[in-house]
């Protein structure tokens, strides 16, 4: 089952796939188990219809991320995961932030600012990308500041590919003063019916990923 989930996570002529073709066979199995850990995570609410499925299955991963740290995984991928967090020198706290992070997008998935918007980027991709450098580069700390900068490109551009993709869940991950700015219409954002001002919005978040 295991291998399963780490084929779909770089299948061939993904872009994980290209990404991971220079990596060593066990640094690139250990980036596998994190891209699908965080896969997980990410793509839950997107995935699930209801909500409160969506917070028992973040609960759940909670607990056998702390069963894990204590020696007890169940879930094929934390069984995986395990040696992999021992071996790098990984942190599990970071791991129950990201979650915790998504379970507050579950309960209010509108952002009310900039900075609330950076931040889940940066408890989630972010978190995902310093894993991914430390399991890379020793050095990794050094680059800090441009993993938080890559992190918020990559929420961008995968809130836009959630959006087009599953146009009937609310989570949109716009701020609500973007919105107002450009006039669009939350009815329009849960129905995803093209307008210029959704057409403006889309290609504010492609211009700020381009920045970064």
């Not at 994980?16 to 066990?26: D, G, I, M, R, S």
């Not at 991320?65 to 599990?92: C, D, F, G, R, V």
């Not at 009310?112 to 430390?134: C, N, V």
């Not at 973007?178 to 954002?189: I, P, S, T, Y």
Request: net charge neutral; proline share 4%.
């Amino acid at each position: 089952m295991i291998n399963q989930w780490l084929e779909n996570i770089a299948s061939p002529g993904s872009d994980n796939y290209y990404a991971l073709l220079k990596v060593t066979p066990e640094k690139k199995h250990a980036i596998k188990i994190i891209l699908a850990l965080f896969d997980i995570f990410i793509t839950m609410p997107f995935v699930l219809s209801d909500d409160e499925i969506v917070r028992a299955k973040l609960r759940w991963w909670k607990e056998e991320l702390i069963k894990t740290q204590q020696h007890h995984a169940s879930h094929p991928l934390s069984i995986a995961l395990e040696p992999i967090m021992e071996k790098y020198q990984l942190n599990y706290n970071a791991l129950l932030q990201s979650i915790s992070a998504i379970e507050e997008r579950v309960q209010n998935s509108q952002f009310p600012d900039e900075q609330s918007l950076r931040d889940f980027y940066t408890y989630t991709y972010g978190i995902r990308e310093r894993m991914i450098a430390k399991i890379l580069f020793p050095e990794a700390k050094k680059y800090s500041e441009a993993i938080h900068h890559l992190a918020y490109c990559l929420g961008l551009i995968d809130n836009l590919k959630h959006i087009r993709q599953r146009a009937a869940k609310t989570y949109v991950f716009f701020t609500d003063e973007e919105a107002r700015e450009l006039g669009v219409d939350k009815n329009l954002l849960l129905t995803i019916k093209m307008s210029e001002p959704l057409r403006k919005l889309f290609q504010c978040h492609i211009d700020k990923a381009h920045e970064h």
